[in-house]
């Protein structure tokens, strides 16, 4: 029997050895396909870490929580004479100061427009001037070596004109002095008044190194005891202006890391103040000072007006919609404009208490009447102004730069603002300013809030002798 070889047997032996192939090639595909797919997590994770290492971090986490024992006294300084029908009283400023100088243990920084402690420049022999003297032979004692404290001030460059004697006999004593000309920087003056001591206490506030600001100006300030998570933050601002002090620095086109703050008004350090929850931060001015996170001075405002709900009250020695240094003229309304807006939208109650004295610029007196002709009951808009004038006799009349409310705060239903800045534009552009923004709204405790121990020392002064309103036939020339 033969045996028969199919004429297809070799061709269906070579189209089974080719598909054995195909098939192999196509499971080689699949599997790199498949380690591919795999990969694809790995490799995003990958660079989800490498994101996070290089970006830079959050200016906040909720973690931010400072747990110090912190505690705010609010503060003022009454001038001789001046007095209340009312039970609302603080420590005065010139005890918080003493306060400070004798829990300083190893450092001290001062920030401060002009030092003016003694009476000798003004060469009227006053006797009130003894709590400034005392105030510049403590700090001169704790400038000393021996007591193993740095005392650090940043001071505005002096012009030739003002005095310098006190700086000088602090820095004869052991003290670092720095002069920074913000003149040349910005076009403004070193503004700021605050102290920081141990980096664990601070005070901020309107009243000036000068002996009339504890006895003979009106000044509101507040001093925040062991919170060394403000006192940081504070220290931060400090630093800027210790920096610029150095002969030859400009201010940096981004500041370095070591300056910028967790903290801001979208952020706010998260913090037990006198005992209950709260909020607070720091804001500064101008703007190229702010390092990254570091909310300004003047958004710092318009966001607490903007916030309010039912009140807006304000204390400021000067209020002017313009840039009152600048030539030519500008007109600047931020802050007015504001006003005028949550008066109008939210019909939230505005008051402005500002100062009527012998160097307040009559042009800013048509200003406020114009704020407080937006004033229409039918309408529900309440916006009202008066003058604050701190009355003198003739011996009182005869120190210069005196008798007058020096203050610069903003309290609503909310929160408490307590600033170093007059209101003008400049203030908030050119000049190197700070505050203290706190909130309680959440607070648990009986004792009254910042913001309510602020508001009440607004409507002592609203209701007082000392205040009248303004309106269409207000005359400058009578009432200051």
């Given at each position: ?187 403004g003056v070193l503004h700021t008044k605050f102290w920081v001591v141990d980096k664990k206490h601070i005070y901020i506030g309107s009243a000036n190194m000068d002996w009339r600001s504890l006895t003979q100006v009106k000044e509101l ?122 008066a109008y939208e939210r019909r939230v109650r505005v008051r402005l208490l500002i100062s009527c004295w012998g160097s307040t610029q009559p042009v800013m007196i048509p200003f406020l009447r114009s704020l407080a002709s937006l004033s229409?009951?039918?309408?529900k808009l309440d916006v009202q102004v008066k003058l604050f004038v701190v009355p003198a006799n003739p011996r009182q009349k005869e120190i210069p730069y005196a008798r007058v409310n020096h203050n610069k705060y903003m309290v609503t ?68």
């Amino acid at each position: 029997m033969s045996t028969r070889m199919s004429s297809d047997g070799p061709y269906e032996k070579l189209v089974s050895v080719k598909m054995s192939r195909e098939e192999m090639e196509q499971r080689y595909q699949a599997q790199k396909y498949y380690r591919i797919v795999l990969l694809i997590p790995t490799l995003l994770l990958s660079l989800m870490v490498l994101q996070t290492l290089l970006l830079p971090r959050p200016l906040h986490t909720h973690s931010d929580v400072c747990t110090d024992p912190c505690r705010l006294v609010l503060l003022e300084s009454i001038p001789e004479g001046l007095d209340f029908n009312s039970s609302t009283t603080n420590p005065s400023i010139y005890q918080a100061w003493l306060n400070l100088i004798g829990e300083a243990q190893s450092s001290l920084d001062i920030a401060s427009f002009y030092w003016t402690l003694t009476n000798k420049d003004t060469h009227t022999h006053e006797p009130t001037a003894d709590l400034g003297e005392h105030i510049l032979s403590e700090l001169t004692r704790l400038s000393k070596k021996e007591s193993g404290v740095s005392v650090r001030i940043a001071v505005s460059l002096p012009q030739e004109s003002q005095p310098q004697e006190d700086i000088n006999i602090l820095s004869n004593a052991g003290a670092d002095v720095r002069k920074v000309n913000m003149r040349e920087l910005t076009s403004g003056v070193l503004h700021t008044k605050f102290w920081v001591v141990d980096k664990k206490h601070i005070y901020i506030g309107s009243a000036n190194m000068d002996w009339r600001s504890l006895t003979q100006v009106k000044e509101l300030g507040a001093v925040v005891y062991n919170c060394s998570c403000l006192a940081e933050d504070l220290g931060k601002i400090f630093e800027a202006y210790w920096y610029l002090g150095e002969p030859g620095k400009r201010i940096p086109s981004h500041w370095p890391a070591s300056y910028s703050t967790l903290f801001n008004k979208d952020a706010p350090l998260q913090l037990p103040l006198n005992g209950t929850s709260s909020t607070a931060y720091l804001s500064s001015s101008p703007p190229a000072l702010c390092a990254d996170g570091r909310t300004q001075d003047l958004n710092a405002i318009l966001s607490v007006i903007d916030d309010a709900q039912r009140f807006v009250y304000i204390s400021v020695m000067n209020y002017l919609p313009t840039m009152e240094f600048s030539q030519p003229k500008r007109y600047w309304a931020e802050i007015d404009t504001q006003l005028r807006r949550v008066a109008y939208e939210r019909r939230v109650r505005v008051r402005l208490l500002i100062s009527c004295w012998g160097s307040t610029q009559p042009v800013m007196i048509p200003f406020l009447r114009s704020l407080a002709s937006l004033s229409d009951p039918k309408g529900k808009l309440d916006v009202q102004v008066k003058l604050f004038v701190v009355p003198a006799n003739p011996r009182q009349k005869e120190i210069p730069y005196a008798r007058v409310n020096h203050n610069k705060y903003m309290v609503t239903d909310k929160v408490a603002y307590i600033g170093t800045s007059n209101w003008s534009g400049d203030y908030f552009m050119h000049t190197a300013g700070s505050a203290l923004v706190v909130n309680q709204t959440s607070a648990q405790s009986t004792d009254p809030t910042v913001q309510e121990q602020l508001q009440a020392v607004f409507e002592r002064d609203w209701d007082s002798a000392y205040s009248s309103p303004v309106n269409q036939h207000t005359d400058f020339n009578i009432v200051c």
